[in-house]
């Protein structure tokens, strides 16, 4: 990943701390809401210096969907909603073409890879601000959305509302706010750079051994272990990142494994692509107050446009209907939650099925071909 790169990684530091003491200076001197209006020009020459392209597309990319975010607040009357749709549907056709070249590697590569799905999902929701509030969006204020660099390539994934409010009254840039942020940043470059690499030599050991069940339920944990690094590192330097501009990142991930459900846990594992989906889908569609078959329902398709969302494979497809399922089982049963006073050892016992099934799922991400089907076959090697 590029912000692994040394010379990458320091001009970002080194952007994020001038732009820490020109705040100080602002705040002091002039206005940190002036000041502000230039936050794009920092993030496009970050993100130039990573890739020229990807700064020209990104720029145009935002330009265009400030357009058709603006747009789906002109309509009115019957044609309002369809209008709301299409502009919704315009904002994801790069896409939904790079996934149609999962299917069809033949044809051309027209836009940039990378980041893109994190940043569809980004102008579909200020199309949705739009629609909702009736309110027009600030160029400036979506263009710094849009072009954020600390989330430019992942997550975790930014609303247009929060990201405003935040850019008007960005928090103090402190001695103590720097502090706070530089341990983030360290504890988060430590899971990327040096954790990551000590479970991949175990996994590869693991994965090398005599094939067992005992042996592979431990590779499962190990390979949970291995994606919450990855995923919650980038995570900790992205909102560090942000910490240093004085702008709100959200969290990403909230305690996973205290999860006694898998509704629970999805609400705790990658936050803000869950309520993502399950925001701008499925309680659009059926409203807040669900039943249990609704409930059922968008637990199950929440789980299935993750799979999807992620890629047009079949791995990516059963990956979503296994946690949909699991999701629509525990609605229709009624135990998405544990009541308060239960039996911590029941407790123990919930925790302890959430966790396993879900690192048996982590392994057709984090293994490749020979180590997953060594594993695979392990469960059955009694």
């Known amino acids: 990943m590029w912000f692994l790169e040394a010379d990458i990684a320091l001009r970002l530091l080194g952007g994020c701390l001038i732009w820490a003491i020109l705040s100080m200076l602002a705040r002091r001197f002039w206005s940190q809401s002036r000041l502000d209006r230039f936050l794009v020009i920092l993030d496009l020459a970050?993100?130039?210096?990573?890739?020229e392209w990807l700064a020209v597309f990104y720029a145009l990319y935002t330009v265009l969907t400030y357009g058709i975010a603006s747009l789906a607040g002109r309509g009115g009357g019957r044609g309002r909603k369809p209008l709301f749709v299409f502009c919704c549907l315009l904002c994801a056709v790069?896409?939904?073409?790079?996934?149609m070249r999962?299917?069809?590697?033949?044809?051309p590569l027209l836009f940039a890879l990378t980041g893109l799905a994190y940043n569809m999902l980004k102008a579909v929701d200020a199309v949705y601000y739009v629609y909702y509030t009736g309110e027009k969006l600030d160029f400036l204020h979506y263009a710094n959305y849009m072009l954020f660099f600390p989330v430019i390539t992942a997550g975790p994934i930014l609303?247009?509302?929060?990201?405003?409010?935040s850019l008007a009254q960005p928090e103090a840039v402190s001695g103590e706010s720097l502090t706070r942020d530089f341990k983030r940043l360290?504890?988060?470059y430590f899971k990327k750079v040096v954790l990551i690499v000590l479970v991949t030599a175990v996994l590869a050991r693991l994965t090398a051994l005599d094939p067992r069940p005992w042996l592979s339920v431990i590779v499962c944990l190990f390979s949970y272990l291995m994606l919450w690094l990855d995923m919650s590192g980038y995570a900790?330097?992205?909102i560090a990142m942000g910490g240093f501009l004085g702008l709100k990142v959200p969290e990403n991930f909230k305690s996973p494994l205290k999860a006694a459900s898998f509704t629970q846990f999805w609400r705790n594992w990658h936050v803000s692509l869950t309520d993502w989906i399950r925001e701008h889908i499925f309680v659009v569609l059926n409203g807040k107050r669900l039943n249990r078959v609704q409930g059922a329902a968008m637990g199950f398709g929440t789980m299935m446009v993750m799979g999807l969302w992620h890629g047009f494979s079949l791995t990516f497809v059963l990956d979503g209907l296994m946690n949909g399922s699991l999701l629509a089982i525990e609605h229709l049963l009624g135990i998405t939650t544990v009541k308060r006073g239960a039996n911590r050892y029941y407790l123990l016992l919930r925790r302890?099925?959430?966790?396993?099934v879900f690192s048996f799922t982590t392994i057709f991400y984090t293994l490749d071909q020979t180590q997953?089907?060594?594993?695979l076959h392990g469960f059955v090697n009694i």
């Open 94 to 99: 790069p896409f939904f073409y790079l996934r």
């Open 186 to 188: 360290i504890r988060g």
């Open 372 to 375: 997953l089907a060594a594993v």
């Open 102 to 107: 999962e299917l069809f590697p033949e044809l």
């Open 352 to 356: 302890c099925i959430v966790t396993l």
């Open 159 to 165: 609303r247009y509302r929060d990201f405003s409010r």
């Open 236 to 238: 900790d330097i992205a």
């Open 46 to 51: 970050l993100i130039a210096y990573v890739s």
